[in-house]
């Protein structure tokens, strides 16, 4: 279908909690993290540039990307870091198009956690962001990757502003709640997006 909605939020706020609801509900899911490394994967055009461009260094025993190698080598490093953005930005942006339209069910959810930051918005027909406050961002990151309060807030720097996000929203889905009462908001979206998708994209 060529109905795509966008889904993103900051850090922690509860991106993948939430699609998988909707994806439970029978939207089609596509992940922006999950294609970012398939395009570097073991044996990938993209994985052979890199590596002819910084060493052969960045290629584990196994073939595989070492993601702290090419972290290391790009860390503070303005110029490799767009180097590497303007390798693998354009093969990703093409892969979340191809798989949004590939999906077989009647509309996708495309989550993309940088979507206002790398000006995603084109890509879908709606933007869903998922809310809480920061604070609420720190708790649940600290909870779930068992880092630090400081390391948190520091991403957290980096990102979108939680005013900036909800600008960008056609919906905002509280989720400082119980996730029964988060669900109930998932569903009542996903049959206006149904119907929608059926009118308009079918
Ligand atoms: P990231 O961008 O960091 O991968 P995310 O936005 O995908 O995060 P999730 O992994 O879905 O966020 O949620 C972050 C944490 O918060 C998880 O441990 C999840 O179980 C928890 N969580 C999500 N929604 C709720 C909720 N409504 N109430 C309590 N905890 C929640």
Redesign the pocket.
């Known amino acids: 279908s060529g109905f795509v909605v966008g889904l993103t939020?900051?850090?922690?706020?509860?991106?993948?909690?939430?699609?998988?609801e909707f994806q439970r509900l029978g939207a089609g899911l596509v992940d922006a993290?999950v294609i970012a490394r398939e395009v570097v994967a073991k044996g990938s055009p993209a994985l052979a540039q890199i590596s002819a461009h910084f060493g052969p260094k960045v290629v584990d025993t196994t073939g595989e990307l070492d993601r702290a190698a090419l972290r290391a080598l790009v860390f503070g490093n303005e110029s490799e870091r767009q180097w590497l953005n303007q390798l693998l930005h354009p093969l990703i942006r093409q892969q979340m198009i191809e798989q949004s339209h590939n999906q077989q069910a009647p509309y996708t959810i495309l989550?993309v956690?940088l979507l206002i930051e790398n000006q995603l918005q084109q890509l879908c027909q709606r933007i869903v962001v998922?809310d809480?406050p920061q604070s609420i961002q720190v708790e649940?990151?600290v909870?779930?990757?068992q880092v630090s309060t400081e390391a948190a807030w520091a991403i957290i720097q980096r990102q979108a502003s939680r005013w900036q996000r909800i600008r960008a929203a056609d919906h905002i889905i509280n989720?400082?709640?119980?996730?029964e009462l988060?669900a109930k908001d998932v569903l009542h979206l996903h049959r206006h997006f149904l119907e929608f998708a059926t009118q308009s994209y079918s």
């Open positions: 939020g900051g850090i922690g706020s509860g991106k993948t909690t939430v699609a998988n993290d989550v956690p998922v809480v649940r990151t909870n779930r990757d989720n400082h709640r119980p996730f988060v």
